[in-house]
């Protein structure tokens, strides 16, 4: 004979135990309506001896809210949105709320089905996590539900985005390096119609001048985000500017390729030339050999502070622009000399 189920505790059982009525043990652990402290106690004590689980179903038919929450990527690749996604749901996972993860992979059609079908769900909240820093179509005026991006901005300035300091980022690189000592500093990136790429380049030439310099070799390198273009750009630069004491490349894949390149033509890092990247990618920023200076766009912190941003507009706290989360700098052996 298959053993009996075990009968879930109900809060008729928590109210026999705690000695009041289901109204009371209702109010009492659902924080609505006055009970006295020692009669709120007398049910808490019940609860916690029967292993009371409240049914969800019901507590959202009451609040009006499921307690769930979507999060909506289309970075297909993941490099730069599962350290947001990460963030968020370790927020959510706070706050007690499920989270249900749809993967658009770049494709509008994908995303408008999953963006019905989290409205089918009832979900309490959506955070789009894009694949760029580029602004990109807003969603929010056709849900009902608060809607908050990240890493990628909406292109309404009434919903509010949350992307990393580009600028500030490529500033603190650039100073950096002439707080090391190095004036003649090269600039690669990526292509220039990514909004990266423009930011990046626009903290670099920002942070020289500030500082009386001029970007080596008289321009900025806009290239592909790989480490191929890396290697091509080492070449570049040093027959343009032999001089080159230091490159801050846009990418850590940059970098790893600049650094390539310039050990096989004979160049010592970072004793002939200081190199920084960008993104913390710990695949290439830590296996580079030496391993790089990089920025770090704390994309953890920044998919929790959207998710916290989103408990508010459920909330009813509603906020809205483009909020730029700070970046930071780690420090590796490509700028620091034995």
């Not at 490099?79 to 947001?84: A, E, M, N, S």
């Not at 009902?144 to 600028?167: C, Q």
Request: proline content about 5%; charged content about 20%; aromatic content about 4%.
């Amino acid at each position: 004979m298959a053993p009996r189920r075990r009968r879930a505790t109900t809060i008729t059982d928590v109210a026999t135990l705690a000695g009041v009525s289901i109204a009371t043990a209702s109010k009492a652990l659902n924080g609505r309506g006055q009970v006295r402290p020692e009669t709120l106690q007398r049910v808490l004590r019940a609860a916690e001896e029967l292993s009371y689980q409240p049914n969800a179903l019901a507590q959202s038919l009451i609040s009006g809210r499921t307690r769930t929450v979507g999060l909506l990527t289309g970075d297909s690749v993941g490099r730069f949105g599962i350290p947001v996604l990460l963030g968020a749901e370790d927020a959510f996972g706070t706050g007690e709320m499920a989270v249900l993860l749809c993967d658009a992979r770049g494709d509008a059609v994908r995303e408008q089905h999953h963006i019905r079908a989290l409205s089918a769900r009832r979900v309490d909240g959506i955070i789009v996590v894009g694949e760029s820093t580029d602004p990109r179509a807003s969603i929010s005026r056709d849900l009902p539900v608060p809607v908050v991006y990240a890493y990628a901005p909406s292109a309404d300035p009434g919903d509010v985005s949350f992307v990393p300091d580009d600028v500030g980022g490529a500033r603190i690189a650039v100073q950096h390096l002439v707080a090391a000592g190095r004036r003649r500093i090269a600039h690669i990136t990526g292509a220039p119609h990514y909004r990266a790429a423009q930011d990046r380049a626009a903290g670099t030439l920002d942070s020289l001048a500030d500082a009386g310099l001029e970007v080596a070799g008289g321009e900025v390198l806009f290239g592909a985000w790989s480490q191929r273009w890396g290697r091509q750009a080492a070449e570049i630069v040093l027959a343009a500017e032999p001089g080159t004491d230091a490159a801050f490349c846009g990418s850590d894949q940059i970098a790893a390729g600049f650094v390539e390149a310039v050990r096989e033509l004979g160049r010592r890092v970072p004793d002939d030339i200081a190199v920084v990247g960008y993104d913390n990618w710990e695949v290439l920023s830590a296996e580079t050999r030496p391993p790089l200076t990089t920025v770090d766009m704390n994309l953890e912190v920044l998919g929790r502070t959207a998710a916290q941003y989103l408990f508010a507009a459920i909330g009813g706290r509603a906020a809205s622009g483009v909020h730029r989360m700070p970046c930071s700098l780690v420090v590796r052996g490509s700028t620091v000399r034995r």
